[in-house]
């Protein structure tokens, strides 16, 4: 089927807004490629240091005619999907000696679990850890000796810092590595009724423990769909994993086959070989298109609405919240996962998976085919399903039907017309709302203002029984700039239960919501936040608020003459500047855009950057997908 216009309007808007900086960075990457292996060009005695302790690969680093792999790892024993990345290393080196390449770790990226921050303090580090991690991963890969990348990593922050990283190495082939999650334990739908139970005091510490350890049980990713199986939807959806890499579980052949794989594959891709594939010509508008597309089709995390435009920016790349709402509109959801359904991802890959879903979008002219994706193909090839041959891995076209049509439909059968996210505009500002997990008759409410500094401060009225009737909780101060946007999960249960016994209930805040965030409505990220003076400021209690999710509308309903002759509320702020380590991120709120612009601290000004760099070096044709994919095809 032909590019829906929607889709290619969208993209064309994309490509023009972003002509300037997409050259400027081309120029960049093209005057970084080399056809000679990097570390040649290094000095004697940086390259001694360099293959000093590399063991049996020092031979063919010190001889420097062949490739070499700069690993980046975000392993720790903390987060449960990293867990298995200890061994990965090991069985990298490995294949690339077995590949006639060489591999080394380069360095290590921090990798903080929201699951174990989430409000706490160290949740305030969570948004800004994202650009950390891409400093890291920029620090691993200026040791220059590197002619590809493997990335491993999965959860939330942890995949948007790393691509952004290494698209400041763009000239480099990347392929991120993830481990899959873990089995399914206890259902989503049963520990969230066990967390609810707990916010209204109806369920010991105890039974919420045991139902917790009982859902985070291994390692792997966590099971619902939340930002961390969202990124890997992303990853396919751009072409950066071998195809159906994303829901393998850790501790199979099949994962292990699937990392040796890419070790072999990045390998072929660099500028030393005839199929080069550097990572920022992977990356480029219609990549990005891609990803958001999957995104709204799969009801994906609303993180992304912030670090997908983070992600584009580092590619050169000029994305806003209007992209996202229109394509969102145009694209069939095609994916009911906890906490959208009941599945969880494992239920969602057995269904038929990723590939089915990609393979849904191209057929309905919902995504671009034709970028350069790291396995050598285009992205219909993106769709095949791996699998063991006795030991031999090999792909397989995805199911031709779904296997669970409660979990995943194909696009001529939606759950519904529209993606899962939208848009929210009005005079509190802009805004992104999730509307796949939320029922229909939840979409729209106009009800008084509640008003919070902080999360804790609903709960507390909440436990004081002070929240009764229909209202809007407005939690503000959240913002990137305020305290470096830490998401509000902790108050899902709690607003929850007040919906179950018939409130009607919603959310406004300039934070942000966990991935996770389900049934309850949730106007977040608004932007202008509080902290910059935002109007969101200027609200009090009682204030009639109207939130329109259906019509993307976002309004506090008071007097004209009345709002513009308020003083916006100013909060102290001077709790959340230290303590946890956050008196080391003062520069990153201090220099931090907006929501809207990604949250980050890493893109300043673009005049700046025409001073400090100039521009005017033309960017080189495009790289084509080759024919040859490379792949065994059963």
Same mark, same amino acid.
């Given at each position: 089927?032909?590019?829906? $216009? ?171 590595? $993830? ?39 291994? $390692? ?62 992977? %990356?480029?508008?219609?990549?990005? %298109? ?108 995805? %199911? ?50 509640? %008003? ?183």
């Amino acid at each position: 089927m032909s590019l829906h $216009p929607v889709v290619a309007r969208v993209t064309a808007r994309i490509a023009e807004r972003s002509r300037d900086t997409r050259a400027d960075y081309l120029a960049r990457l093209d005057a970084a490629v080399s056809d000679h292996p990097a570390r040649q060009h290094l000095s004697c005695g940086n390259l001694a240091h360099g293959f000093a302790a590399a063991g049996d690969d020092k031979p063919r680093l010190r001889g420097g005619s062949t490739g070499n792999i700069g690993i980046v790892t975000a392993y720790n024993d903390v987060i449960s999907s990293h867990q298995p990345m200890e061994t990965y290393p090991t069985l990298i080196r490995m294949a690339a000696r077995n590949a006639g390449g060489s591999a080394q770790v380069c360095g290590g990226v921090p990798a903080m679990c929201d699951g174990v921050t989430q409000g706490r303090t160290g949740m305030e580090l969570s948004l800004f850890s994202r650009d950390t991690i891409a400093l890291a991963t920029a620090v691993s890969l200026s040791h220059d000796m590197f002619d590809a990348v493997l990335c491993l990593g999965v959860c939330d922050k942890i995949v948007p810092g790393l691509l952004i990283g290494a698209l400041s190495f763009g000239h480099l082939p990347t392929i991120f590595v $993830p481990s899959g999650p873990m089995r399914r334990g206890l259902s989503n739908k049963e520990k969230a009724a066990v967390r609810q139970r707990y916010a209204e005091g109806k369920a010991t510490r105890e039974e919420l423990l045991e139902a917790e350890a009982a859902s985070y049980h291994s $390692p792997g990713t966590c099971t619902f769909y939340g930002t961390a199986n969202s990124n890997q939807v992303l990853m396919e959806a751009m072409g950066l994993h071998m195809p159906g890499t994303a829901f393998v579980n850790p501790g199979t052949p099949l994962r292990d086959a699937l990392t040796v794989a890419a070790t072999e594959q990045v390998l072929r891709i660099t500028a030393l070989g005839d199929d080069y594939r550097p990572l920022g010509r992977t %990356v480029d508008e219609r990549a990005i %298109v891609n990803a958001m597309v999957a995104l709204a089709a799969t009801g994906g995390s609303t993180n992304h609405a912030i670090h997908l435009v983070a992600m584009a920016r580092a590619a050169g790349l000029r994305i806003d919240w209007n992209d996202l709402d229109e394509l969102s509109r145009i694209t069939p959801l095609l994916v009911r996962a906890y906490p959208n359904g009941a599945a969880d991802v494992n239920g969602f890959h057995d269904a038929g998976g990723i590939g089915f879903v990609i393979r849904e979008l191209l057929d309905a002219g919902r995504m671009h085919a034709d970028i350069a994706c790291v396995h050598g193909g285009d992205l219909r090839q993106q769709t095949l399903e791996p699998y063991l041959d006795g030991t031999a891995l090999k792909w397989r076209e995805p %199911v031709a039907q779904t296997r669970d049509p409660t979990v995943v439909r194909p696009a001529a059968d939606p759950f519904d017309s529209e993606g899962g996210l939208r848009k929210l505009d009005g005079n509190l500002g802009r805004g992104v709302v999730k509307v796949s997990a939320v029922d229909p008759a939840h979409r729209t409410i106009e009800a008084p203002a509640r %008003v919070f500094e902080s999360q804790d401060a609903l709960l507390d009225a909440f436990k004081a029984d002070q929240l009764q009737g229909d209202f809007v909780a407005v939690i503000r101060g959240q913002g990137p700039r305020a305290n470096g946007m830490p998401e509000l999960h902790k108050l899902t249960p709690t607003l929850s239960a007040m919906q179950d016994r018939g409130q009607r209930v919603a959310l406004l805040t300039d934070g942000r919501m966990s991935g996770a965030s389900g049934k309850v409505l949730a106007a977040i990220h608004v932007t202008p936040e509080a902290a910059d003076a935002g109007p969101i400021s200027r609200l009090r209690d009682g204030d009639r608020i109207r939130i329109d999710a259906e019509a993307g509308v976002m309004e506090a309903r008071v007097d004209a003459t009345e709002w513009n002759a308020r003083t916006p509320h100013v909060a102290n702020l001077a709790a959340n500047r230290h303590g946890m380590g956050r008196e080391l991120f003062a520069l990153m709120r201090a220099q931090v855009g907006t929501a809207e612009e990604g949250g980050s601290a890493l893109f300043i000004d673009e005049s700046v950057h025409d001073a400090q760099r100039g521009l005017g070096v033309p960017p080189t044709a495009r790289v084509t997908p080759s024919a040859d994919f490379g792949l065994d095809l059963a």
